[in-house]
């Protein structure tokens, strides 16, 4: 437990005195970072979301004010509306109901810590950040798969991500922490439960090391990627602003697909939509010629140089009939 403590405070993305917003959902996870959080900052908040998707939601949110309570946290509870139509047992809407759960709560997280000040913390663990990777691998192309979560992304920090599952239930039990187990983590309607449940130990068959080896290569590639970044930026800087469409035509075929995602990253404001693999397409584009690539993203050709803005409308492509 006292190794815990210590490691945590030791990463400094906990830090004494500054305000800290706890993403509390009642799990295990969240619990542990919580009190992790009083103990290292001192300065905490909470925020627990009631979707009202389960039967346990009222159960949740009173655990969660009972944990605040004893631990002097201020707890922030918000109930957003669920989308109309949206049917939780439904296997072809869980995604949506995901997509739309984790950005109610960070929607609302970002609002309370733009008032309040401080960072944003959420509980994802080394043991999520396999399943992500894994996740990501199989459901997306691109190296962005493989970089995983970072422990830093602006104000939102992950404190716990060189820490397992198991490591914060043996913090709960030591610390007498009771916790909430969520029914709907064993069940087979989401796509990371069933990576959990069977490709997981498959994994560990083959390799009982499995999972720290992916851990592994994710710190080498993340340390490999910080390179790659710096390559970007100079190529972009030397194409121009915006860069010229000519410029990023004539790079190498690998600095282009990077190239064309960080202008893309760099117009959301963090991560775009991946759209290395449509490189070909955007690079042929001719003066005046847009296309939509996702995400409310759109690519245009003006003045001879590539942008991005948001989608307004149907995009028009126009290939340059000059190039295959």
Do not use: K
């Not at 990463?11 to 992790?36: A, K, Q, T």
């Not at 709560?105 to 810590?113: D, F, L, V, W």
């Not at 970072?150 to 914060?168: C, D, I, K, N, S």
Request: net charge neutral; proline share 6%.
């Amino acid at each position: 437990m006292g190794d815990l403590l210590e490691q945590v405070a030791g990463d400094g993305l906990l830090e004494p005195g500054r305000r800290v917003l706890v993403l509390l959902s009642g799990g295990r996870d969240s619990v542990c970072l919580l009190d992790l959080a009083v103990r290292i900052s001192g300065d905490v908040e909470a925020l627990h979301v009631d979707y009202g998707l389960r039967a346990e939601a009222a159960g949740d949110a009173a655990f969660c004010a009972d944990l605040c309570g004893r631990l002097g946290v201020e707890l922030h509870v918000r109930r957003p509306r669920r989308p109309e139509g949206a049917d939780p047992t439904s296997s072809g809407s869980t995604g949506n109901l995901q997509a739309w759960a984790r950005d109610q709560r960070y929607a609302e997280a970002a609002r309370i810590a733009l008032d309040r000040g401080g960072d944003i913390a959420a509980g994802h663990t080394a043991s999520d950040q396999v399943e992500t990777v894994l996740y990501r691998l199989a459901a997306s192309p691109g190296r962005r798969a493989l970089l995983g979560m970072a422990a830093r992304e602006g104000r939102l920090v992950r404190p716990l991500l060189g820490v397992t599952r198991e490591q914060t239930a043996a913090h709960c039990e030591a610390r007498g922490l009771a916790w909430r187990e969520d029914a709907s983590n064993d069940s087979p309607a989401f796509a990371r439960n069933r990576l959990r449940r069977e490709l997981l130990p498959a994994l560990r068959s083959l390799h009982p090391a499995a999972e720290a080896n992916v851990l592994r290569t994710l710190a080498l590639l993340r340390d490999e990627a910080a390179v790659l970044d710096a390559v970007v930026d100079a190529a972009l800087a030397e194409a121009g602003d915006p860069p010229a469409l000519q410029a990023l035509r004539g790079l190498p075929p690998a600095l282009r697909r990077l190239a064309v995602q960080r202008l893309a990253d760099r117009t959301v404001g963090g991560r775009a939509p991946a759209i290395g693999h449509r490189t070909a397409e955007l690079l042929a584009l001719a003066e005046g010629g847009a296309l939509d690539v996702g995400g409310g993203l759109r690519a245009e050709v003006r003045g001879g140089a590539l942008r991005f803005g948001a989608s307004q409308g149907r995009a028009a492509p126009r290939p340059d009939p000059a190039r295959p």
